[in-house]
Structures are given as structure tokens and as C-alpha cells.
């Protein structure tokens, strides 16, 4: 086991290096930065002394030099002549339109991401499982045809829409503000379990519309797996032993479904992603999704690229994780043999 | 098991004693009703009319083919016939007016088909525009007539519509936006650019997946060895954040047409991964096969073996995954360009109108801007069922 966690985290550093180049490579696409725009404007309405600011700017951040070499310093391999010493020294680098360290201006906001994407892990496996294991068991009940129809809406629904109206709804029916991840009140307040409940009860919105796609996608999955599984000759066998049909279903089926049911997590993850962040923006959620939106307009390219190497850094990290506990299930995945799917 | 050849008018050949070569095509049929002491068979059927019988008994596919096919082949090319408006119509009396009933009998007596004149007026403890209905004032709708004028497909300069509203009264069955135009039109005229985008997107990524995916599974090896490392670090990205990123740097003076084709470009760039590997994984299984092999042994080179031996085998699961791709560049369009960094004003598409809708106290207020959200789930729940049909008849094992 731990010779497999030790190659699979080695594997991690190419994949990493190949998306921070690719990060790079968009946030260098578009003509201009978000200093040279500025520094045109300033000199179209000839205002010459805050030029020197600027230009102090472009040489800490070394802007003029070459791509590769600002590739380089951006990454912290190579020390910058202005003072810029890059992501690997733990300098993300300077917001040019907040005038802040990139660390300030999304550092709380961080922890939050990772707390929204966990919440909606943590609903998709608790729904998707007793769900799945409903549907294959009674297969073309009325339960069974009802999650299905809900699936299918939950896959064609756009999630951003769909945050709007429950929105809309929970603010009509149970009185939570609109927006954000507390009430107005506790914003600036120190933690205390008020302060917690009205963060836990604002996930709640966000969680499930991030969620329900995922959700309804495992459903089916689950479903698929463990319906090939019933129908197979050990299943028959264990019941003719009288075993009782609760204890036959969680002790072999369900068992062998289990395996592809936790390596699509990881599989999901990229959607997950993506969903908080354009639920972030239509919910104004204090998340890095607002932020990287408006950098990417302003071409704030420091700001932005750290964003999207963090949204990137933690689909891949959710996939070394359900990687690991699909090894931990299905010894075969250890030993080096791929799991049959 | 070949057929023993017609005795020929030359000198008679024996076949066991000089290589023969039958000039007759080879008929499998006939040799197996030879084989089978000449007991006809049923005509087999071909494989896509087998196809088609397992498509065909899937009712919902095929009511989401109709329903593909009443977007696609009536709105998509006649959007300027069928919309009431013209797509730029503004109605300046008529500010967020709520959509409009149709009505049947005006005081009591069948009237034809007509609506109410719009009544405006502010109120001022409100500060809001209250619409009613002048129950006075019934204006016909007529049909097959001639309203806003239009260029049909940019070309030739036309007047005719489907219906449109009495001459001096107003049609809104879905209301108007904050500019006074009507929004069904809008709607019709959006669903031109957001079906296309999939459907070029879509054409993108299956030649990049096919392409890709074949020389991997072809070749193995190295090839097979970066593409598949390719594919798992895409697959291993967040799209959305990507799509903006791309999208963000589409320089805003573009004109739209660069835009639109800029947008396809980057939702199909970042969509083969999925068909790639399908594909990929097909070949793989398939060169293993004994009819490969032989075909291999006859001298077929790559390229026919690939394209008259293994494509077939799977062309139709190919279409039934591409189908199933559609709807996710669809939604992804409507993402980009609600956010705003996608398709622009003077373009219509579905997530441009839903752009107005973006706030809640527009969807509070004026609960009909959005109505664009009844379309996209139409017609991505439509693809989903039929792709899902294609596939169960593609591959029944499955």
C-alpha cells in the first residue's frame, strides 16, 4: 500500500508542472497585461508621474522579460531580478487592480472553497448511495421511475438557474438572506456557534445545487453497477442459502459495486469545480469564483492564474484522494493491476 | 467453404492442383445455403435497419427525436418567419410589460383569436409601470401576414410572418425585456446561435476525438502513451474555469461572427477527451479481432483498415456518445455568455438573454425574463433521451 501511495503522489509532480505551464499559457494569451492597458491610458491623458509607478511594477514583477524566463520566475524556480521570487517560494504574486498581495486579497476566501467542495462531496456520496441502492433494488418501481425523472432534471437543469430560483425560494419561505455564506450580522464578528449555524445553514442552497447534477449522474451509476451485479449466478446462489435479502445485498453485490462508485468521485470532481464556481457568482459567494471572473476581464494575470492553479490543484488532489480510497477498497488497484470495471 | 466455380469455358481447372481465385464475388448467403443443403434463409436484415427496429421501440428517444427535429429543421431555419417580431423591434410603450393572454370571446360573442390593448401606467407609490388590459380594445391576430420587415438569412429583404400582431396593437405572448422587445421572438431568434454552437462545437471535437483516439488505439505504444497522458490531465481540469480563461481572452473588438466561431472553437477544444478515449478503446479491442487480422494478412493498409473494417463496427456508438456531448456545450454556452464573457449583444442567444435575468430581484419582479431557461431544459433533456436511445440500440449488450 504505501509503495503505491508513494508512486501515485510522484505522479502528481508531472501532472502539476503540465498544468501550471497550460495555467500560464492562458493567462499570457490575451494581447496587453493589466499594466501595460493602464500605462497606455495614463499616457493617452498624460499623466506622467504616476507612470513611474507603474513601470516600478513591471520591473519588480519582471513583465518585460522574456516568456520563458517569466514562466520561470512566476513558478519560483528561478529568483526574479525585480524581487519576485514566484509560487514554489510562497510569493503568489501582486492583484494589480485590488493594489494587494494575491495572498490578501483571496486568502480567506480559500478556505471557503474548500469547505463548499467538501459539503458537496460529503451530499453526493450521502444521497447518491441510499438513492442508488433503492433504485437497483427495486428497479421500475414508482420510487425508482420518480429519482430517475428528478436525475434527468438535475442533469439538464443549468445549476446557475437553478441557484437562482431555490434561492428566490429560501429567501420567501425560511427567511435566509439572500446570499453570501452568513448573515449580515456575523460578517467581521468572531467565530461563535451563532456564527456557525448561520454558515452551515447558508451551505445548505449552494450544496445542493452544485450537487445535483453529480448527484443524479452517481445515481445512475450506482444503479447500472449494482443491477449487473444482481443478476449474477452468486447472487442467486447466496439467496437459495436463505440468506436474508438486506444482509445478501450489503454483503456481496454491493460490495463489488462499490469499487467504480467511489473512482467516479474523482471523475466528478472537475464538474464540481466548475459548478461552485458559476454558482459562486449568481449566490455572490465569498469564493475564489467572483474573483477569478473579474480578473479575467481586468487580465489581473497573477491573481487570476493563481485562481485557476488552485481550482486545478484541487480537482487533482480530490482525485489522489479517491484514487487512494479506491486502493484502500480493491486490493487489486494496489498491486498494479487495474480495477475491472 | 467457397463456391465451387462454374465450370469454366477454358481448359477445366482443378482446384486443388493451381491456386484458384473465384472471379464471382464472395456471397456469404449463398455459400451458407450451399452449406445448409440449400434451405433458404430469411433475408438478414442490415444493420442499420436493425438499428433503427431497437431505436424505434425506445418511445421516448423518439419523441425527443420529434422534438429535436421541430428545433433543428423548423425554428433553426425559419426563426425570422416564425417570430412575430423582428429581433430588434422595440415597443418603447411597452417596458417589461408581462406576457399577454390570447383571448376568444370578447363580450360574450367568439371574436377569433385576439388579445387585449396593453394599458400603462405608473404608480407612483411603487414606482413601478403596472400593465392592464383595456377590455374595450380586442386587437385580431392575424396570420400569414406581413409585419416587421427582416432580411431572411441576412439575404433577401422579406415582411412575411407566420402571425403577427393587428396593425397599432401589440403580440407579447412571453412579455417584453427592459428595452420593449418581445421576448418569444427573442427566444426563436437565440435558438439559432445556441443549437449551431453545438452542433460546430461538436463537429470540432469528433474529428479531434476520432483522429486522436484512433491513432492511439492504432499505434499503441508511445503515440497511445501521450495521447492517454493528454487526455487524463484534460479530463483532470475544471472546464468551466478553462472556458472562461479562453474566453477572456477573445479580444473584445472582434466582431460577433469571430466570437461565435471563437466559442465553438473552445467548447469543442476542451470536449474530444471523452470521444477520444471511447474511441481509442474500441480500436484497441477490435485489433484483436480474426477479421482484422485477416484483412491485415490480405495487404489492407492502415487507413482502409481502420475505415472500412473497425469504423463500422462502431460508427453507431460513435454517433449515440456524440449525441450524448451536445447538451453540455449547449449548457456551457449558456454559462459563458450569462457570465457575460461569452457571446455579446448584438447576438441573441438563450444565455444572452438570460443574462438579464441575473440578479433576483429582476426574476422577483419580472418573473418572465426567464422564460429562455424553458427552451435550454427542453432541449438538453430531448438530447439526453435520444442519446441515450441511440446508444441502446447501438449497443444492446450493454
Same mark, same amino acid.
Given at each position: 500500500m504505501?509503495?503505491?501511495?508513494a508512486?501515485?503522489?510522484?505522479l ?7 498544468i501550471?505551464? $497550460?495555467?500560464?499559457?492562458? $493567462?499570457?494569451l490575451?494581447?496587453?497585461?493589466y ?5 497606455t491610458?495614463l ?14 511594477l ?7 522579460a ?15 531580478s ?5 509560487l514554489?517560494q ?11 498581495p494575491?495572498a ?10 474548500i469547505?463548499?467542495?467538501?459539503a ?14 433503492y ?5 421500475y418501481s ?6 430517475t ?8 437543469v443549468?445549476?446557475?438557474?437553478l441557484?437562482?430560483i431555490?434561492?428566490y425560494?429560501a ?13 449580515p ?6 467565530? %461563535? *456557534?451563532?456564527?456557525?449555524g %448561520?454558515?452551515?445553514?447558508h451551505?445548505?442552497v449552494?450544496?445542493?445545487v452544485?450537487?445535483? !447534477?453529480?448527484?443524479?449522474? *452517481?445515481?445512475?451509476?450506482l444503479?447500472a ?11 442467486a ?7 436474508s435479502?438486506?444482509r ?11 469499487g +467504480? ?22 449566490l ?5 469564483g467572483p474573483?477569478?471572473?473579474s480578473?479575467?476581464? !481586468?487580465q489581473?494575470q ?7 492553479l488552485? /481550482? ?5 488532489v480530490?482525485?489522489l484522494i ?15 493491476q487495474?480495477?475491472?470495471? | ?20 481465385v473465384?472471379?464471382?464475388p ?8 450451399e452449406?445448409d ?13 436493425l ?9 421516448l428517444?423518439?419523441?425527443?427525436? &420529434?422534438?429535436l ?6 425554428i ?9 417580431? /423582428? ?10 410589460a408581462?406576457p399577454?393572454?390570447?383571448?376568444l370571446?370578447?363580450?360574450g ?10 394599458r400603462?401606467?405608473?404608480d ?5 409601470r403596472?400593465?392592464?388590459e ?18 431572411? &438569412?441576412?439575404l433577401?429583404?422579406?415582411?412575411f ?6 396593425e397599432?396593437?401589440t ?6 425585456d427592459?428595452l420593449?422587445?418581445d421576448m ?6 437565440g435558438?439559432?446561435? !445556441? ?11 469528433f474529428?479531434l ?28 481540469? +475544471?472546464?468551466?474555469?478553462l472556458?472562461? /480563461?479562453?474566453?477572456?481572452?477573445l479580444p473584445?473588438?472582434w466582431?460577433? $461572427? ?8 473552445i ?5 474530444w +477527451?471523452?470521444?477520444?478515449? /471511447?474511441v ?6 477490435l ?6 487480422l485477416a ?7 492502415p487507413?482502409?483498415?481502420v ?15 456524440a449525441?450524448l456531448?451536445?447538451?453540455?456545450? $449547449? ?9 457575460g464573457?461569452?457571446?455579446?449583444? +448584438? ?7 438570460l ?5 433576483? !430581484?429582476?426574476i ?31 449497443d444492446?449488450?450493454?
Amino acid at each position: 500500500m504505501l509503495r503505491y501511495v508513494a508512486l501515485r503522489i510522484a505522479l502528481m509532480v508531472p501532472a502539476l508542472l503540465a498544468i501550471s505551464v $497550460i495555467v500560464f499559457a492562458l $493567462i499570457e494569451l490575451p494581447p496587453g497585461d493589466y499594466l501595460s492597458n493602464e500605462m497606455t491610458e495614463l499616457a493617452a491623458r498624460g499623466e506622467t508621474a504616476s507612470l513611474a509607478r507603474l513601470q516600478f511594477l513591471r520591473d519588480e514583477f519582471s513583465l518585460d522579460a522574456p516568456l520563458i524566463e517569466r514562466y520561470a520566475i512566476w513558478l519560483g524556480v528561478m529568483p526574479g531580478s525585480g524581487g519576485f521570487n514566484g509560487l514554489l517560494q510562497g510569493n503568489w504574486g501582486w492583484s494589480f487592480e485590488y493594489g494587494k498581495p494575491v495572498a490578501d486579497v483571496i486568502g480567506d476566501r480559500l478556505g471557503l472553497t474548500i469547505a463548499l467542495n467538501f459539503a458537496t462531496i460529503l451530499f453526493v456520496y450521502a444521497v447518491a448511495f441510499p438513492i442508488g441502492v433503492y433504485s437497483a433494488t427495486r428497479q421500475y418501481s414508482w420510487g425508482d421511475y420518480g429519482f430517475t425523472v428528478l436525475g434527468y432534471l438535475g442533469l439538464a437543469v443549468p445549476n446557475f438557474l437553478l441557484g437562482l430560483i431555490l434561492l428566490y425560494y429560501a429567501n420567501l419561505w425560511f427567511g435566509l438572506s439572500v446570499g453570501g455564506l452568513m448573515a449580515p450580522e456575523f460578517i467581521g464578528q468572531p467565530w %461563535s *456557534m451563532e456564527k456557525l449555524g %448561520s454558515v452551515l445553514a447558508h451551505l445548505i442552497v449552494p450544496t445542493i445545487v452544485i450537487g445535483l !447534477s453529480g448527484t443524479a449522474a *452517481m445515481i445512475r451509476r450506482l444503479r447500472a453497477n449494482l443491477l449487473d451485479e444482481l443478476g449474477k449466478p452468486y447472487v442467486a446462489a447466496a439467496r437459495a442459502r436463505g440468506l436474508s435479502e438486506r444482509r445478501l445485498i450489503i454483503k456481496y453485490p454491493l460490495r463489488a459495486a462499490l469499487g +467504480p462508485f467511489v473512482a467516479d468521485v474523482g471523475n466528478l470532481l472537475p464538474s464540481m469545480v466548475s459548478g461552485a464556481v458559476i454558482v459562486s457568482v449568481v449566490l455572490n459567494l465569498p469564493t475564489v469564483g467572483p474573483v477569478l471572473i473579474s480578473a479575467l476581464r !481586468s487580465q489581473d494575470q497573477f491573481l487570476a492564474g493563481f485562481i485557476l492553479l488552485f /481550482a486545478a490543484l484541487l480537482t487533482v488532489v480530490g482525485m489522489l484522494i479517491s484514487d487512494l480510497l479506491l486502493a484502500a477498497l480493491d486490493p487489486r488497484v494496489r498491486i498494479g493491476q487495474r480495477a475491472v470495471r | 467453404m467457397a463456391k465451387k466455380p462454374p465450370p469454366p469455358a477454358g481448359p477445366p481447372v482443378d482446384p486443388t492442383q493451381t491456386h484458384f481465385v473465384d472471379e464471382a464475388p464472395y456471397d456469404p448467403r449463398r455459400a451458407s445455403d450451399e452449406r445448409d443443403g440449400g434451405v433458404a434463409l430469411p433475408p438478414a436484415a442490415k444493420p442499420w435497419a436493425l438499428f433503427w427496429r431497437r431505436f424505434r421501440r425506445h418511445r421516448l428517444a423518439v419523441a425527443s427525436a &420529434w422534438v429535436l427535429g421541430f428545433f433543428y429543421f423548423l425554428i433553426v431555419p425559419f426563426a425570422e418567419i416564425i417570430a412575430p417580431y /423582428a429581433q430588434e423591434t422595440r415597443n418603447p410603450d411597452a417596458i417589461h410589460a408581462p406576457p399577454q393572454a390570447l383571448h376568444l370571446f370578447h363580450n360574450g360573442e367568439y371574436a377569433g383569436v385576439f388579445t387585449y390593448a396593453l394599458r400603462a401606467r405608473i404608480d407612483l407609490e411603487n414606482f413601478e409601470r403596472v400593465y392592464e388590459e383595456d377590455v374595450t380594445r380586442p386587437t385580431r391576430v392575424r396570420v400569414f401576414c406581413l409585419g416587421d420587415p427582416y432580411e431572411f &438569412w441576412g439575404l433577401i429583404e422579406m415582411r412575411f410572418h407566420l402571425f403577427c400582431p393587428d396593425e397599432g396593437g401589440t403580440l407579447h405572448l412571453l412579455g417584453t425585456d427592459g428595452l420593449g422587445r418581445d421576448m418569444l421572438s427573442r427566444i426563436i431568434y437565440g435558438t439559432r446561435v !445556441s443549437l449551431t454552437i453545438g452542433l460546430i462545437g461538436l463537429a470540432i471535437s469528433f474529428v479531434l476525438g476520432v483522429v486522436l483516439g484512433g491513432l492511439a488505439g492504432y499505434f499503441g505504444g508511445l503515440i497511445d502513451n501521450v495521447i492517454e497522458r493528454l487526455i487524463e490531465l484534460i479530463r483532470s481540469l +475544471p472546464e468551466l474555469p478553462l472556458w472562461l /480563461a479562453l474566453a477572456a481572452a477573445l479580444p473584445a473588438n472582434w466582431p460577433p $461572427i469571430f466570437i461565435y466561431f471563437g466559442i465553438t472553437l473552445i467548447l469543442g477544444l476542451l470536449d474530444w +477527451p471523452g470521444l477520444a478515449r /471511447a474511441v481509442r478503446a474500441r480500436v484497441l479491442q477490435l485489433r484483436e479481432e480474426e477479421f482484422v487480422l485477416a484483412a491485415t494478412l490480405t495487404g489492407a493498409s492502415p487507413q482502409r483498415l481502420v475505415r472500412k473494417h473497425m469504423l463500422p463496427n462502431f460508427s453507431s456508438h460513435l454517433i449515440a456518445s456524440a449525441t450524448l456531448s451536445v447538451p453540455g456545450m $449547449i449548457l456551457g454556452e449558456t454559462a459563458l455568455s450569462f457570465l457575460g464573457l461569452g457571446l455579446r449583444a +448584438p447576438v441573441v442567444s438563450w444565455g444572452v438573454l438570460l443574462n438579464d435575468a441575473q440578479d433576483l !430581484s429582476a426574476i422577483e419582479v419580472y418573473p418572465w425574463l426567464l422564460l429562455p431557461m424553458v427552451p435550454v431544459i427542453l432541449v438538453v433533456l430531448a438530447f439526453n433521451f435520444f442519446g441515450d436511445g441511440l446508444r441502446d440500440a447501438a449497443d444492446p449488450y450493454r
